[in-house]
């Protein structure tokens, strides 16, 4: 039987991608600016503000000009007066052939209830959409954090799974070394084959696991291909790098997620209000100057100033249903506060919990793992004894090594833990 080969192929390293995240604040750059999330959010402030500024105009003057110009095209000849009766001329006719006509019309608002209203209700949702968009780059944040330590996590796996191999190839070379000797048999062989074959698995599982982690983490930075993460960026100042740009609340409610439904719920009750103003009387101060040049008019410029009073009698029941749906999205407003609120609450005491969870998880796995090691020391110096049995070898090496990489998930688990438990209650901006 021969001999396996110690430099196997599955032994070299996921080739790390073109592109490595060298800090947090290259990170958090990289989000600001490519984040598609972040992004919307943005812009969601940049059209409330418009909106704003869009009610705030139903409440100031409209100007507007206008003017034009006629040409006759038909003519007959006649008489046309000058000044008086002995003025008497045969021209063409009409006369002018061309008239020039302009003007300029102002209205300005005096009483306009809903209008005033209004605009003071797209003041409150220009304040709810930054508000959440507030909430939108602690999610961002929280996602970056997420896949930097799953980058880190798949990494250490695929390392640990190929020191697990190369540990599981050294043993089947003993065994069939022993069994060249006489002191092994060819199902000591076979269970040390099986566990080397169980063990390519999962190389090849733990691979993948980190192309897929390195093409979310791309993702999270906003590019389509995957990301590494620089050897020297340590996993443990994760969590001082989320703290350095989160402030933390006193309670879940002052997160940002809650007071964006907070100002949405302010909104929508406003947006239901204002139709009671829908039947309100307007007043509106109106002017129109205008200038021609046809001769037949009395004087070629004319100025008036007036008022507009509009009073709404009936509108076919429009205001009735617009007020219904209204009032029926300030309820649902309100029930989506409340459910933010419960959230926040619960994801603060269990983020909290989760961390001490984590940190006793991460403590009994690694006495689990010395162990498991302790056990497979003695059961190899037992099988090279001939003591042991090939039983023994291979299955205190799976053992081995599913706390190794049982530690390294636990390990990481603590860190994700943390930088939860400071988004969980905490307000953040890029």
Known sequence: MAVP?????????????????????????????RSTSVATARA????AN???????????PVISGNGSVNRNLLFATGSTLLGSSANVTTTRLPYPPTVWNAGVSVRQPLIDLRTWFDARTADTAAEAAATNAEDVERLALGALADSIVSVITAE?????????????????????RRTRLGAASAVDVLRA?????????????????????????GMALGYPEAWGVAPHIKVDALGADARSV?????T???????????LNVEVSERTAESVSYGLAPTLDAVSDFSYTTDPRTARPVAWSIGAVLTVPIYDGGRLGAEKDANVANANIARQQLTEATRRARLEAVQ???????????????????????ESARLARIAFVHGTGTSFDLVDSARTQRLSEIDVTIKEFEVVRARIAAVLAISNCSL
């Open 5 to 33: 080969d110690v430099t196997d192929p599955m032994l070299e390293p996921v080739e790390q991608p073109a592109q490595l995240l060298g800090s947090w604040h290259q990170a958090m750059s990289l989000v600001q600016s």
């Open 193 to 217: 084959e099986q566990e080397v074959a169980s063990n390519r698995s999962d190389v090849v599982q733990a691979d993948e696991a980190l192309r897929r982690s390195r093409e979310a983490l």
């Open 246 to 250: 989160c402030s933390p609340v006193g």
């Open 50 to 60: 418009a909106r704003s500024r869009q009610a705030l105009a139903g409440a100031l």
């Open 351 to 373: 983020a909290q919990r989760a961390v001490d969870v984590a940190e006793a998880n991460f403590v009994v796995s690694r006495q689990a793992r010395d162990i498991a090691g």
């Open 44 to 47: 969601r402030i940049l059209e």
């Open 252 to 262: 879940p409610e002052e997160r940002s997620d809650v007071r964006a439904a907070k």
């Open 156 to 176: 250490r796996l695929s390392d640990v799974s190929r020191v697990s191999l190369r540990s599981n190839l050294s043993a089947l070379d003993l065994t069939q």
